[in-house]
């Protein structure tokens, strides 16, 4: 964790809160400086019976282990400058809904979940709000309680999805750059969550399937069946969604491309289903498949996809 100190260009106190203490959450806040950020309870916390705070073992992607101690926000607390939500996407309207009472109006809130759907439903409900959304290749991951790790160095773009959102990105984007982790703004945030979203629908379901890690899905049969039909879906899926569409011979590449560069990685839908967790195929090929029945496209293989995890996981 950084010195204390004020994060520049946010308005207010510049503290920084973040809904959703997984990996994600942790990763963020074990860069941040210390004092700047705070994780919002699941429950509020009373301060006479509550820890006041999370602690964890933090590995940086280089350099020494660190303690870190993330206080929580506490009811009473001045209301922060920034909301970064890193929850599950299946949680994250629920879980903007009942923390909206300690965020002001004007107050810019970053979504960053994976997966699409969930970040413009959120923008839909609240759309007079500040609402961003991040897409971001950092990979963290919990290998035992209490322990986070940065497992992989990537880079987060950060954009708008509600208008009042736009004058508020230059700092956000200072905001979280903090962290010393690289932040990108990003007009076209759309864009960046599909092709995001190509690559989930490409790997998650597959390894959760064949409870494999992502380099393996490469030469196994089930996936060698259907990736050209999954490809192709998604690519018209894609074309009736945002303007700069990819063709299918690229997602397909970007896919491959993405699972050989990851190749020893426990996707998070086959942890997920390992853990017995709710996963977020609603969100990844369960949204393509939706989008698809919208736009009249035949979606047979995501759809199949997501029945096929629904069957697996709770
Ligand atoms: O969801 C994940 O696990 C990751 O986004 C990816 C790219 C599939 C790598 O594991």
Not at 5 to 14: E, F, I, M, P
Not at 234 to 258: C, F, Q, Y
Not at 285 to 307: C, F, K, S, W
Request: aromatic share 6%; hydrophobic share 35%; charged share 20%.
């Amino acid at each position: 964790m950084a010195e204390a100190g004020k994060n520049q260009g946010l308005s207010g106190n510049g503290r920084i809160a973040i809904l959703g203490a997984g990996s994600m959450g942790q990763l963020w806040a074990g860069y941040l400086a210390t004092g700047t950020v705070t994780f919002i309870p699941r429950h509020e916390v009373s301060p006479e019976t509550d820890q006041p705070a999370l602690t964890y073992t933090f590995q940086p992607f280089e350099g020494p282990e660190e303690v870190v101690t993330v206080p929580y926000l506490l009811a009473t607390a001045a209301r922060p400058s920034l909301l970064m939500v890193t929850t599950k996407a299946g949680d994250t309207l629920d879980a903007v809904e009942s923390n909206l009472h300690c965020i002001s109006p004007d107050t810019p809130i970053v979504l960053f979940q994976n997966g699409m759907g969930c970040q413009q439903a959120v923008a839909e409900r609240w759309p007079q709000r500040p609402i961003l959304a991040a897409s971001t290749t950092e990979g963290a991951n919990r290998p035992a309680p209490g322990c986070t790790v940065h497992a992989g160095k990537g880079e987060t773009w950060v954009g708008p999805l509600t208008t009042s959102a736009t004058t508020h990105l230059a700092q956000v984007v200072t905001a979280l750059g903090t962290s010393g982790l690289t932040v990108h703004a990003e007009q076209d945030i759309q864009r960046r969550l599909w092709e995001k979203l190509i690559i989930n629908a490409g790997i998650n379901a597959f390894t959760a399937i064949l409870d494999c890690p992502n380099g393996d899905i490469l030469t196994d049969p089930f996936y060698l069946e259907h990736i050209d039909e999954l490809c192709d879906e998604i690519a018209k899926v894609m074309k009736g969604d945002i303007e700069k569409a990819l063709p299918s011979v690229t997602i397909r590449e970007r896919i491959e491309m993405t699972a050989r560069k990851t190749a020893r990685n426990t996707s998070s839908m086959r942890s997920d289903r390992r853990l017995g967790r709710r996963t977020e195929i609603d969100f990844i090929n369960g949204y393509i498949a939706r989008r698809g029945h919208e736009l009249g496209v035949d979606v047979p293989t995501n759809q199949m996809l997501t029945n096929r995890i629904k069957q697996l996981s709770p």
